[in-house]
């Protein structure tokens, strides 16, 4: 009996180990494929852009509780050459022209657009930008010639816009008009008592702060690390034999009022950066404007759209639950706040009744969807610029 015991033990040991050599074997594969297609988009990208070159680090500095150097100074980790950064790891229009390093020397009407990664145009051309697809609308009426530069970032939300902004009118560029263009963002910050605070992207790709510096590490071996981390099969099986063990009771009343009370907060928050922003461009006679955006939860829980079908699966295969939960919870405060007494344009419903795909992925509309977009942001600017 014991020798069977010995030998079945030991045959499972061996299954063990062959599966613990193929997944190590799987890994290193993906790691060495990882590396070529950086190389690869690297030499794409120096190719077409010569000039790139690692942003000033007064922006990670200053911005340094919410990790952004990985998603904008390094364009070519994810984008390539549709990726075009200027000096200050900002994008920059798709001919190059319209970007900080060459602020001023354009003639033209500046105005800075403030925003997150749909600002930034995460996963589109340069041309179907939102700043591409404005500056395009409003150089279409004539006369005045307007340069549209795009001061987006990846999870960026009011509070690194007052600090972005702040630091761009310290190195002495001044624009005539700002834009702001916020919303879902404002949601998936929590604003930290001390310390540092956590990244939305980190917590809806399963990366920590660790993991996402140590895949934009120089070291190979820290990126194999993170890397294998996220990919590796027996990490993925550990994963759901501690959901198993762990698993949480389901979603409560009470923790959808916990979420409730914090959007209403983070709205607070909001408020108070619109405020600082307003007065800081009145001060310096720019033109602020403030836009709050669209997003497929408040299609949803209001009822302005049916989703299409690849829409539905995008939205039921999205972060379940957390990241519905929170969703919803915004969408609902959203509903109950006016925005008539303050000076913040809303455009949430502009894609009511639209039966088309707008969007690329539960956060970030599509061309189509920025295209919708633009023309109404254009309308609200054409008649007071």
Same mark, same amino acid.
């Given at each position: 009996?014991?020798?069977?015991?010995?030998?079945? =033990?030991?045959?499972?040991?061996?299954?063990?180990?062959?599966?613990?050599?193929?997944?190590? #074997? =799987?890994?290193?594969?993906?790691?060495?494929?990882? /590396?070529?297609? +950086?190389?690869?988009?690297?030499?794409?990208?120096?190719?077409?852009?010569?000039? /790139?070159?690692?942003?000033?680090?007064?922006?990670?500095?200053?911005?340094?509780?919410?990790?952004?150097?990985?998603?904008?100074?390094?364009?070519?980790? #994810?984008?390539?050459?549709?990726?075009?950064?200027?000096?200050?790891?900002?994008?920059?229009?798709?001919?190059?022209?319209?970007?900080?390093?060459?602020?001023?020397?354009?003639?033209?009407?500046?105005?800075?657009?403030?925003?997150?990664?749909?600002?930034?145009?995460?996963?589109?051309?340069?041309?179907?930008?939102?700043?591409?697809?404005?500056?395009?609308?409003?150089?279409?009426? =004539?006369?005045?010639?307007?340069? &549209?530069?795009?001061?987006?970032?990846?999870?960026?939300?009011?509070?690194?816009?007052?600090?972005?902004?702040?630091?761009?009118?310290?190195?002495?560029?001044?624009?005539?008009?700002?834009?702001?263009?916020?919303?879902?963002?404002?949601?998936?910050?929590?604003?930290?008592?001390?310390?540092?605070?956590?990244?939305?992207?980190?917590?809806?790709?399963?990366?920590?702060?660790?993991?996402?510096?140590?895949?934009?590490?120089?070291?190979?071996?820290?990126?194999?690390?993170?890397?294998?981390?996220?990919?590796?099969?027996?990490?993925?099986?550990? +994963?759901?034999?501690?959901?198993?063990?762990?698993?949480?009771?389901?979603?409560?009343?009470?923790?959808?009022?916990?979420?409730?009370?914090?959007?209403?907060?983070?709205?607070?928050?909001? *408020?108070?950066?619109?405020?600082?922003?307003?007065?800081?461009?009145?001060?310096?006679?720019?033109?602020?404007?403030?836009?709050?955006?669209?997003?497929?939860?408040?299609?949803?829980?209001?009822? *302005?759209?049916?989703?299409?079908?690849?829409?539905?699966?995008?939205?039921?295969?999205? =972060?379940?639950?957390?990241?519905?939960?929170?969703?919803?919870?915004?969408?609902?405060?959203?509903?109950?706040?006016?925005? /008539?007494?303050?000076?913040?344009?809303?455009?949430?419903?502009?894609?009511?009744?639209?039966?088309?795909? &707008?969007?690329?992925?539960?956060?970030?509309?599509?061309?189509?969807?920025?295209?919708?977009?633009?023309?109404?942001?254009?309308?609200?600017?054409?008649?007071?610029?």
């Amino acid at each position: 009996m014991k020798s069977r015991l010995r030998f079945v =033990g030991l045959q499972i040991l061996l299954v063990v180990v062959v599966l613990v050599g193929l997944d190590l #074997a =799987g890994n290193a594969a993906r790691a060495i494929s990882f /590396e070529y297609e +950086q190389w690869a988009r690297a030499l794409r990208a120096d190719a077409v852009i010569p000039q /790139e070159a690692p942003g000033p680090r007064f922006v990670a500095e200053n911005l340094a509780w919410r990790y952004i150097e990985f998603y904008t100074m390094k364009p070519h980790f #994810a984008w390539g050459r549709e990726y075009r950064m200027d000096g200050f790891g900002l994008r920059a229009s798709a001919d190059g022209a319209v970007s900080f390093d060459r602020h001023d020397e354009q003639a033209c009407r500046k105005v800075w657009f403030f925003g997150g990664s749909t600002t930034m145009g995460t996963g589109l051309p340069a041309t179907s930008t939102l700043p591409a697809l404005l500056q395009e609308r409003l150089n279409a009426r =004539g006369g005045e010639r307007f340069c &549209v530069f795009n001061l987006g970032m990846a999870s960026q939300e009011s509070t690194q816009e007052l600090l972005l902004f702040y630091e761009m009118l310290q190195r002495g560029f001044r624009p005539q008009v700002v834009i702001f263009y916020d919303g879902i963002n404002e949601a998936f910050y929590e604003r930290p008592s001390a310390g540092l605070a956590s990244t939305p992207i980190w917590q809806v790709r399963g990366l920590g702060p660790m993991q996402v510096q140590a895949m934009n590490s120089a070291s190979p071996l820290l990126r194999w690390r993170a890397a294998a981390s996220e990919a590796s099969g027996l990490v993925w099986l550990a +994963q759901q034999v501690r959901a198993t063990w762990l698993t949480r009771p389901a979603t409560s009343p009470g923790d959808v009022a916990v979420l409730e009370r914090q959007m209403a907060t983070m709205m607070e928050h909001y *408020r108070m950066n619109v405020r600082l922003l307003r007065g800081m461009a009145t001060d310096l006679g720019i033109r602020a404007f403030f836009f709050w955006q669209p997003a497929m939860s408040y299609d949803l829980h209001a009822g *302005r759209r049916a989703l299409t079908e690849r829409e539905r699966v995008m939205w039921d295969e999205y =972060g379940k639950p957390d990241e519905h939960l929170r969703h919803v919870a915004f969408a609902r405060h959203r509903a109950t706040t006016s925005f /008539e007494d303050f000076p913040v344009f809303d455009v949430s419903d502009v894609f009511a009744g639209v039966r088309e795909q &707008v969007y690329m992925d539960p956060r970030h509309p599509n061309s189509r969807g920025n295209a919708l977009i633009a023309d109404r942001l254009h309308a609200v600017l054409a008649e007071r610029l």
